[in-house]
């Protein structure tokens, strides 16, 4: 009878987060990784509606922070919503989309099909196969030999000269848009 009583005192503990047992657990964080397919949703609050601040790759590793109360359901995935340290960047993510060891196998990556530097930023364009995307990215992507090559990539949220200015160095208007920060050839 007491050991029954003492597990059901755990199982409530752990329900209800009063207990909680962590793998991986350091002083600032649990290690988790991406496995979202097509890149997990950096989030500026723990919400589908909230701004997206951008875009961890498949496999890619975080550190978790802290975690949500609530468990929701997104895309089939259940979860809470947790809030994570990326490269020096917090965010939150759907935990639904972590897993504890780094998933197996990447997805296919997509080709680059061109470069091309503009106004405001380098322009690349992306073939995944099933379909083509269209992406502004850093300028420092446009000097990298990545042309015709199949590339990991990482985006975030940043400013750059609004269209409006029209290639205008005088011009002080900018926009926040989705760029390319980082790419590496596989």
Known sequence: MKLKSALLITVLA??????????GESASGIAMYASAKSGLI???????????????????EVTVLEQG??????????????????NGQDG??????????????APAAPKVTSLEAGDIAC?????YGDRQVSMMADFGIC????????????????????ASCEGDPECGDSETVEL?????AL
């Not at 950096?42 to 890619?60: D, F």
């Not at 390319?180 to 590496?184: D, G, L």
Request: glycine share 10%; aromatic share 8%.
């Open 14 to 23: 752990l329900s209800s987060g009063v207990l909680s047992i962590h793998c």
């Open 42 to 60: 950096v989030r500026s609050a723990p919400s589908t509606g909230s701004e997206k601040l951008g875009l961890i790759p498949y496999r890619g």
């Open 69 to 86: 109360e609530n468990e929701e359901t997104i895309a089939g995935k259940t979860g809470r919503w947790a809030l994570i340290d990326h």
């Open 92 to 105: 939150w993510v759907f935990g639904g989309f972590l897993t504890a060891s780094q998933p197996e196998k």
């Open 123 to 127: 322009y690349v364009e992306l073939d």
């Open 143 to 162: 000097e990298q030999p990545l042309v015709g090559k199949r590339i990991t990539f990482e985006t975030r949220k940043e400013s750059v000269m609004a």
């Open 180 to 184: 390319m920060i980082f790419a590496k």
